[in-house]
């Protein structure tokens, strides 16, 4: 059964880091690009960062313009992870992250997430 558990999340101050993590089970995860997605209370889903299953290409990693700069995605196939490093963070970067299959693929079920607080 796929399940997707997200880690990491917390209260930090503007200007401060975090890193989130993205355990999944199931064969698929090393055939499938990854992401990360958040979700601000009030607010619609939206795509954070994804990363390729060939981290040979020439660009394996993709974000979201608000975040370039700031945050970086990485895996580890072995250990069916993704991470999200986030620095500088701001407070508009408050919400509930989550992991799932890249977005122009069909999501298997999505987890819990994890909060994300940044104060001003």
């Known amino acids: 059964q796929v399940q997707l558990v997200e880690s990491g999340g917390g209260l930090v101050q503007a200007g401060g880091s975090l890193r989130l993590s993205c355990l999944a089970s199931g064969s698929f995860f090393n055939s499938m690009p990854m992401a990360w997605y958040r979700q601000a209370p009030g607010k619609e889903r939206e795509f954070v960062a994804s990363?390729?299953?060939?981290?040979?290409?020439?660009?394996?990693?993709t974000y979201v313009d608000s975040v370039k700069g700031r945050f970086t995605i990485s895996r580890d196939n072995t250990k069916k992870t993704i991470t999200l490093e986030m620095n500088n963070l701001k407070p508009e970067d408050t919400a509930t992250y989550f992991c799932n299959k890249a977005p122009t693929l069909t999501p298997v079920r999505w987890g819990r997430g994890t909060q994300v607080t940044v104060s001003s």
């Open positions: 990363i390729s299953n060939n981290l040979f290409a020439s660009n394996p990693a």
